[in-house]
Structures are given as C-alpha cells and as structure tokens.
C-alpha cells in the first residue's frame, strides 16, 4: 500500500463523565507503540450536526488507563481525509465531538495540526508521542 498524505491533529481531550452520558469504564492505554492506532472513535468535526461523525483512529494518550471524566491530551489521524475534506477546515482552537457510536464520550480542543503519512511510519510515530509524553507548556 502506497503511504498516504494525511493529517496529524494533537488535542486536548476531556472524557464525559458517566453521570453524564459517558463511557462507564476507564479507556485502557496510553502512547507505547502496543496501544498507538487501537482505540478508534469517530468525530463530530465543527459546524457539523449532533450525530453525523468520521473516524479518526488515536495514535496515543499523554496518559494511560484515562478514566471517565478526566482529561488528556491525544494525536487523532484521519485517515481519508480526502473524502471527508471538513478535516481541511479544522484549525487550532476548534472543538470537536468524539463518539462512540451515537454516544459522546469525549469533546475535544484542537491544539495544532500537522501533515503526517498514512499508514504512519514509526519513526513519525515517535515524533507525535514525544509531544504526547512532553510535560505541559
């Protein structure tokens, strides 16, 4: 498979709680190369109605094991975002609406965005989860 020209979207995402519609269990993992590209939700990108949603798979969390409720910062990939070009009009700052299924279990704020390769490279990879394990600035 040819690599493909995509996009990198780093974030910082805050899990709903249970109370309030979440996930009920914690969402296993975090950023070692094991767990990058397991958890695949999907997204409701800006402006988008409640509901409609694109997929997105998570390369990583800044935190492993995130409970419902708490907050992290992740790097979301969107695979084909050529035949969803709404991934074009993200910009930092914007929210987005992680779903799974007709649920939402997380809101997101874009902090920066990058051009990245799919299926990634390893050493790309790396370069992603260094922000991802970085101290906050």
């Not at 996009?7 to 249970?18: C, E, K, M, N, Q």
């Amino acid at each position: 498979m040819e690599p493909l020209s995509t996009l990198a979207i780093g974030i910082d995402l805050d899990f709903v709680s249970t109370a309030e519609g979440g996930r009920t269990t914690p969402l296993l993992g975090g950023a070692d190369p094991e767990n990058r590209f397991t958890y695949r939700p999907n997204w409701g990108l800006p402006g988008w109605p409640d509901g409609d949603q694109t997929g997105a798979p998570v390369l990583g969390f800044a935190k492993a094991d995130v409970e419902p409720g708490e907050s992290t910062r992740a790097v979301i990939v969107p695979m084909f975002f050529e035949q969803v070009p709404a991934w074009l009009d993200v910009q930092p700052g914007d929210v987005l609406r992680m779903y799974e299924g007709s649920r939402i279990c997380g809101r997101a704020t874009v902090r920066w965005i990058e051009q990245a390769t799919w299926r990634m490279p390893e050493a790309e990879q790396e370069r992603f989860a260094r922000w991802l394990l970085a101290p906050e600035v």
